[in-house]
Nanobody, 127 residues
Framework: QVQLVESGGGLVQAGGSLRLSCEAS????????VGWFRQGPGKEREFVSA????????TYSDSVKGRFTISRDNAKNTVYLQMNSLKPEDTAVYYC????????????????????WGQGTQVTVSS
C-alpha cells in the first residue's frame, strides 16, 4: 500500500513557476514508477509526466515538454514536478499516482494503469 500526498499548488501569473511535491508513505516507494496527472475544469484527467522507480527515465506529454521537469528523491520518498513558463491552460488539479506493480519497465500514460492516487493540489495560472 502506498499513500501519496501532493503539495505546492497555488495561484501564479502566466510565465511564472511552481514546484509540486508528492510525498509518499512507506519504505517501498523507491520501487514504484510515479506519474503526474491533471484535471482542468470540465475536462478529463490527463497524463502530464512520469518517472521511473530509479529516476533514470522520464516522459512528458507534448503540452508540457520543455516547460516541466519531473524528478525524485527516494531518500525523502518524494517526487517533484517543476513547472516553468506556466500558461492559463495549465490550470488544473494536479495528482500524483503510482501503479500497482513495482520495478515496472513500462512508463504508463493511462490513468487506468495507476492504483494509488493522492488527493490533488490546485494550480491556478492567471493571465
Amino acid at each position: 500500500q502506498v499513500q501519496l500526498v501532493e503539495s505546492g499548488g497555488g495561484l501564479v501569473q502566466a510565465g511564472g513557476s511552481l514546484r509540486l511535491s508528492c510525498e509518499a508513505s512507506g519504505r517501498t516507494f523507491s520501487r514504484y514508477n510515479v506519474g503526474w496527472f491533471r484535471q482542468g475544469p470540465g475536462k478529463e484527467r490527463e497524463f502530464v509526466s512520469a518517472i521511473s522507480w530509479s529516476g533514470t527515465r522520464t516522459t512528458y506529454s507534448d503540452s508540457v515538454k520543455g516547460r516541466f521537469t519531473i524528478s525524485r528523491d527516494n531518500a525523502k520518498n518524494t517526487v517533484y514536478l517543476q513547472m516553468n513558463s506556466l500558461k492559463p491552460e495549465d490550470t488544473a488539479v494536479y495528482y500524483c499516482a503510482a501503479p500497482l506493480t513495482t520495478y515496472s519497465s513500462t512508463m504508463f500514460r493511462e490513468k487506468a494503469e495507476y492504483a494509488y492516487w493522492g488527493q490533488g493540489t490546485q494550480v491556478t495560472v492567471s493571465s
